[in-house]
């Protein structure tokens, strides 16, 4: 079935430095790609999307591209800043779109 | 813009109590879904809807009913609770079929049992 694998976490990092979460995904036919950010006591918010191979979602300065070769759709940034710090979760919707598939999610942490 | 609210936002239950928690969405938006987080676990999808009068089954649908007697509401029912249930819950919508739609969440309902 399809599934998503998020790198696992904490993951603490100083401000201003480069951050990457990977994200692999298994999936048969052309899923849509998604990655969520939820701050303490909140709900899932989306930050950004990608909807076939070869996309690049980006939103606040984040990005990811879809990567059908290596079916992977890691979360970059290059400078974090410290109200970074939440948890990211990466997610694919399948073909049939009833259904969302979220990894673990990843715990980052910006310090000053 | 209230999008997708959840009541209660907390609640303490003994084990063997019911209770239903409410979804509304003012979207318009045709599937509903809850879930349930846990550390760890990520989120596992509950039940879900595909519009008002349906309802399915996702992957950890036992000890848990819903209802979607309205297209703006889903509701989650815990007839028995038991301490396997704490958990923070979430309700979630999208607009329609096609899976480039994404899901919008709303802020939670932290569940113990006691």
């Known amino acids: 079935g399809d599934s998503v694998t998020q790198m696992e976490g904490p993951v603490t990092l100083s401000e201003e430095a480069f951050l990457t979460i990977n994200c692999t995904y298994t999936?048969?036919?052309?899923?849509?790609l998604f990655w969520y950010v939820q701050y303490p006591g909140e709900g899932l918010q989306l930050l950004l999307k990608a909807t076939k191979a070869d996309d690049k979602g980006s939103n606040k300065g984040f990005e990811a591209t879809y990567r059908k070769e290596t079916t992977s759709f890691h979360l970059e940034k290059g400078s974090v800043q410290v109200s970074d710090s939440a948890v990211y979760f990466c997610?694919?919707?399948?073909?049939?779109?009833?259904?969302?598939?979220f990894g673990t999610g990843t715990s980052l942490t910006v310090i000053p | 813009n209230a999008g997708v609210t959840q009541t209660p936002k907390f609640r303490v239950l003994k084990t063997g109590q019911s209770m239903t928690l409410l979804c509304a969405q003012d979207?318009?938006?045709?599937?509903m879904y809850w879930y349930r987080q846990d550390p760890g676990m990520g989120l596992r999808l509950i039940h879900y809807s595909v519009g008002e009068g349906t309802t399915a089954k996702g992957e950890v649908p036992d000890g848990y009913n819903v209802s979607r007697l309205k297209k703006q509401n889903f509701l989650l029912g815990l007839e028995s609770a038991a301490p396997s249930q704490t958990s923070v819950y979430f309700c979630?919508?999208?607009?329609?079929?096609?899976?480039?739609?994404?899901?919008?969440f709303g802020d939670g309902t932290r569940l113990s049992i006691l």
């Open positions: 979630a919508s999208s607009y329609s079929q096609g899976n480039n739609q994404p899901q919008h």
């Open positions: 997610a694919l919707s399948g073909y049939t779109g009833n259904q969302f598939y």
């Open positions: 979207m318009n938006h045709e599937y």
């Open positions: 999936a048969t036919g052309y899923p849509s």
